[in-house]
């Protein structure tokens, strides 16, 4: 029997038209996905059937055994393709590589635009970055990706930090930069003035993540050297304090060496439509506007040290304060290389020699790493009387009840302990925020973290925290050399500038949300991170936080703290005067 050949129908034609199509786009497709996935490829050239073919198979990078079964199949496929269509689908290849490579060529072009003589300095930063935060600003907020991941791609770190073979910067520039961030931040607050404290946060952070902390970054990448000269380096934080002046003054009048003091100070005042803090009654009234402490010192007595450069400021108009730690913050980037560092309010009276003394007392510790702190007395006392006297020390941490302070550690043990004096320091689990005195590397090592607003508890069990896991030892100081006025009825708060600021009432809750990034990092279980609504609490936390070079179990074992029961074991040894568990090599130092 013949077999006959039908031949092939205008019908059937119509039919595979679906599948010549489908063929097209599949090639389409996956020319323009490679063509976008290799942006360093040489131009292509320029298309024919043959190359068509050839190139698919490459591109596919199929294994040898299989090209050859892919060839066949492909040619199949071509052949049943009529040849008004292919000629068609090869112009529209032609058409779209040349578009592809016009697009890539106008872009580049505009990368080659952005030299950095036309960019103002944070946008240089960006650009040696090769990367703009913002653009993945939601994956950040999502808790999908880090801050630090994204800006230290493809860049060479050392133990986590960017190198840089710029200069430090200057004063000038740290001020102006300073200053002008504080400004876009209150104009981006302002836009969110009768938002929640959800909402609040969330504009700082967005603002900061794109800003401060890229600026933060390079600035601790190029960090001046430490000077061996004696130098003391004097951070001093003000809210709209009428003490300031005095504390300035006394501290240059009572200093053994006062050519070798600098004060960083942060001056938070109100200059305009200015009120009293909060009177009998629960009345507040209008006031004058606040003393320039920084001027009146400059102006008068203080006129030789302010033109040496030795007090340097940062002005903060009140509805912009951000409350204590953040102030240190800024104070801490006053920073010109001292050798010395030392922190206190700035309501403060001070002992004759209190920085000479302060540095004996550090050098006297029996660690290579030494941290002084306490709570000081009254500003009452009579320092140069006392310091034959045991000094006080900070020994009883609680959790706090208030709904105000979340639960947070408070230190309320401080007091005198010890039956007699002793030149050296002891040992201590804690710092305070009032009087702080370290090595100035410390400011490399356990730097400020910008992402804590608005905080006024929290601050000194960070610290103490972060210092001891970097391998600070903590003591209380031998000799008390300042003293504090703690009493302040009536005068201004930070978190009523907060109200005013924002909303009545805002303050607590927006305070209680940004310490949970405290609370998850001591290791509070509330404060995990899959327990977080907000993964933005956590943005660049690893940058800022504990050190590796001792656990910090370890730590809230020496100092009884259990962040899960929420209890307090009395541990003996800072109220005994002892050396903490560990350390018994130091058992008779005071012997």
Not at 154 to 177: H, R, W
Not at 286 to 304: I, M, N, R
Not at 390 to 417: H, N, V, Y
Request: net charge negative; hydrophobic share 35%.
């Amino acid at each position: 029997m013949t077999a006959i050949r039908r031949p092939v129908s205008t019908t059937r034609s119509i039919q595979q038209l679906p599948l010549t199509i489908s063929v097209i786009v599949i090639v389409f497709v996956t020319l323009f996905i490679y063509i976008l996935w290799a942006p360093d490829a040489p131009p292509p050239p320029t298309t024919t059937a043959t190359t068509t073919e050839s190139s698919i198979e490459q591109k596919l990078n199929l294994p040898e055994s299989a090209r050859a079964e892919f060839n066949k199949v492909e040619h199949a496929w071509v052949e049943e393709i009529p040849k008004e269509y292919r000629v068609v689908a090869e112009r529209a290849e032609q058409k779209l590589r040349s578009t592809v490579q016009h697009k890539r060529q106008q872009f580049a072009k505009a990368l080659d635009s952005l030299n950095t003589h036309n960019l103002p300095g944070r946008l240089k930063v960006l650009r040696d970055k090769s990367q703009i935060i913002g653009e993945r600003l939601a994956d950040v907020k999502a808790g999908k990706e880090t801050v630090q991941e994204i800006l230290t791609v493809g860049s060479d770190v050392i133990g986590g930090e960017s190198l840089s073979d710029k200069p430090p910067m200057k004063l000038d520039e740290i001020i102006d930069y300073l200053n002008n961030w504080i400004h876009g931040l209150h104009d981006a607050l302002s836009q969110v003035r009768t938002a929640t404290y959800e909402g609040i946060w969330q504009a700082y952070h967005d603002y900061t993540v794109k800003t401060l902390y890229v600026w933060d970054r390079d600035y601790l990448s190029r960090m001046p050297p430490r000077r061996d000269d004696g130098s003391i380096f004097l951070s001093l934080a003000t809210y709209r304090d009428e003490n300031c002046l005095n504390t300035i003054k006394w501290a240059y009048e009572k200093a053994k060496n006062p050519h070798k003091l600098f004060v960083g100070l942060v001056q938070q005042n109100c200059h305009k439509d200015c009120m009293s803090g909060v009177l009998d009654g629960g009345k507040v009234e209008p006031v004058e506007p606040d003393q320039d402490c920084y001027k009146v010192f400059c102006e008068g007595e203080g006129k030789e040290r302010c033109e040496k450069g030795q007090v340097r400021v940062l002005n903060i108009d009140e509805p912009e304060s951000l409350g204590p730690y953040a102030a240190r913050y800024f104070a801490s980037k006053m920073w010109m290389g001292e050798q010395w560092f030392m922190q206190t309010d700035a309501h403060m009276t001070f002992a004759q020699n209190w920085d000479q003394i302060s540095v004996d007392m550090l050098k006297r510790c029996p660690s290579k790493k030494p941290v002084i702190s306490h709570y000081p007395p009254s500003h009452e006392a009579n320092l140069e009387a006392m310091a034959t006297e045991p000094a006080s020390r900070l020994c009883g941490p609680i959790f706090a009840t208030s709904d105000l302070e979340s639960q947070i550690i408070r230190l309320e043990g401080g007091r005198k302990w010890d039956q007699k004096h002793c030149e050296i320091p002891r040992f201590a689990p804690f710092t305070a925020a009032g009087y702080f005195v370290a090595h100035s590397d410390f400011l490399r090592e356990v730097p400020f973290d910008p992402f804590l607003p608005w905080i006024f508890m929290g601050e000194e069990i960070i610290m103490s925290t972060r210092l001891w896991t970097h391998g600070y030892d903590i003591f209380s100081p031998s000799q008390s050399v300042v003293g504090h006025m703690y009493v302040r009825r009536h005068k201004p708060k930070f978190w009523e500038s907060v109200h005013r600021a924002f909303s009545p009432g805002v303050h607590n809750p927006l305070q209680a949300m940004v310490l949970d990034r405290i609370k998850y990092q001591l290791g509070y279980p509330e404060a995990a991170k899959d327990m977080l609504e907000s993964k933005s609490l956590l943005t660049a936390v690893e940058q800022y936080t504990m050190g590796k070079e001792r656990p910090l179990s370890r730590y809230l074992e020496l100092v009884g703290l259990n962040m899960t029961t929420k209890e307090v074991t009395i541990t003996h040894w800072c109220e005994e005067g002892t050396p903490p568990p560990g350390f018994e090599q130091f058992n008779d130092m005071c012997n």
